[in-house]
């Protein structure tokens, strides 16, 4: 049987889930509409008749490299989601910490850009795997991620980086930048982050503008 | 032969390729069009010049479209604001339309579709206009400025 902060922790997963698909679904059509627009200036121009005048022609060559670049840029994104959900799934051994927060950092990243904060990654380079729970360690990430967020004034940036000490690996996400009340709903209860740490046996340490997670390997 | 008015149509959305996309193709469609790329330049914008219509984002950086909506319509209340967004839920509709936005359509939006839209929204703004100047000129001003200002 579940404890109750067991349950909470699982009544506001799905919320998380929900946040990263509708994030993404937000990015995926923006690049949607982009391609659209493209293509059909390029109809345009075909409609027209003009496509002999030079300059309709770079136009035309334009629209195409835009589509083919945002096709690609859609691509990548649908990727992250899948690499995203695939490992959700997983078992929760051997993670690769940098992997998930690079895939969070894509899938996100529309959250930063609304608030005018850069995202920075500061990955050591072949970091070992950990094992955690799968979910709840990206969970874990956003809820921190969010935070972090919620503090900073537009132009700040977010930091994330990852450690290996001995038979630790951490991640840390500070902020730079000015300090900002925010009235900003956020997705989850205050408290989030230390309820999941908690539950799922995670060690985190919150020092104001500085989140780290302690994992071992 | 007298040229035929052109509708000024401010695009506002921070999506820099989608909006100068567009605003060719409304061009080309006989559309007189500036372009800005956040609410707070959509309003310095609205400052200075009046368009006829806006079609404006809901999710940028910075002021939000349902923010800029607001102002908009406190500063140039005949302007006639279409919100284009890819984000927007049922309650952004309902609350735009609540504040005065003539319509609330969802990207990738249909290109004739948007330009009938923007023409059609050009229409109500002459109209108004027009009942307006008819009882300015019948000497009932109250009735004239009520029909300048308030949203209906």
């Keep these: 049987m579940r404890s109750d902060s067991e349950n ?84 929760g051994h051997s993670l690769n910490i940098n992997e998930i927060v690079g895939e969070l950092l894509v899938l996100l990243k529309r959250m930063g850009d609304q608030r005018r904060i850069e ?34 004034k537009s132009k700040g940036r977010l930091v994330f980086k990852t450690v290996r000490s001995g038979d630790v690996v951490s991640l840390t ?28 046996g995670l060690s985190i340490t919150l020092n104001g503008r500085d989140s780290r997670i302690t994992l071992n390997l | 032969m007298r040229k035929k008015k052109q509708i000024k149509v401010l695009l506002v959305d921070d999506e820099v390729e989608f909006v100068d996309t567009l605003g060719q193709r409304l061009r080309m ?9 956040d609410g707070e330049q959509a309003l310095s914008f609205v400052k200075k010049i009046e368009p006829d219509v806006i079609v404006l984002d809901l999710k ?28 927007g839920t049922d309650k952004d509709e ?26 059609e929204a050009f229409a109500e703004k002459l109209e108004r206009a027009m009942t307006a100047i008819t009882f300015a000129e019948a000497g009932i001003f109250d009735t004239a400025k009520r029909i300048i200002t308030k949203d209906e």
Excluded: W
């Excluded at chain 1, 990654?121 to 990430?141: C, E, G, H, K, W």
């Excluded at chain 2, 469609?29 to 790329?37: P, S």
């Design chain 2, 29 to 37: 469609r006989g559309l007189a069009v500036d372009i800005v790329y």
């Design chain 1, 8 to 91: 909470l922790v699982r009544m506001n997963h799905l919320k998380f889930i929900g946040k990263i698909l509708s994030v993404y679904a937000h990015d995926l059509n923006n690049q949607l509409g982009i391609i659209k627009e493209a293509s059909g200036l390029m109809q345009d121009i075909v409609e027209l008749n003009k496509s002999k005048d030079n300059r309709l022609k770079d136009e035309l060559a334009k629209s195409i490299k835009s589509i083919h670049s945002r096709v690609g840029e859609a691509a990548f994104i649908t990727s992250k989601l899948s690499a995203f959900g695939r490992g959700i799934g997983g078992d």
């Design chain 2, 94 to 119: 309902e609350q735009a339309k609540q504040l005065g936005g003539f319509d609330f359509m969802r990207k990738p939006a249909d290109i004739d579709l948007l330009v009938a839209k923007i023409k």
């Design chain 1, 173 to 200: 996400i500070f902020s730079e930048g000015e300090v900002a009340q925010s009235d900003e709903k956020r997705t989850f209860p205050d408290g989030m982050a230390q309820l999941i740490a908690e539950t799922y």
């Design chain 2, 60 to 87: 940028m950086p910075g002021l939000y479209g349902i923010e800029v909506l607001k102002e908009v319509k406190k500063l140039k209340p005949n302007v006639q604001v279409i919100i284009l967004t890819g984000h």
């Design chain 1, 119 to 152: 995202f920075v990654s500061d990955f050591q380079a072949n970091i070992a795997t950990v094992n955690a729970d799968p979910l709840m360690l990206r969970f874990l990430i956003f809820c921190l991620m969010e935070d972090q967020l919620m503090r900073l």
